[in-house]
């Protein structure tokens, strides 16, 4: 699967916001570590857009960092 499809699924199951909760990384934080601003990352956790390009790559890298290890 490639770090597109994976993030789309992430997001649109809520995997993403769970991940960042469970570690409890507010969204400032996961906003400076991905680049992007605050509001960019509730936008991709709420569904109202998707993150595209270098921002996906980023984000992609950054929650696959955060992932429950089992």
């Given at each position: 699967?490639?770090?597109?499809?994976e993030l789309t699924r992430?997001?649109?199951e809520g995997?993403?916001?769970r991940w960042r909760d469970a570690q409890r990384i507010p969204r400032k934080q996961a906003a400076a570590d991905v680049g992007v601003d605050e509001a960019t990352i509730r936008r991709w956790e709420t569904g109202k857009t998707t993150p595209?390009?270098?921002n996906a790559r980023r984000y992609h890298r950054w929650l696959?960092?955060?992932e429950p290890k089992t």
């Open positions: 699967m490639d770090y597109r499809t992430w997001l649109e995997t993403a916001r595209v390009g270098d696959r960092s955060i």
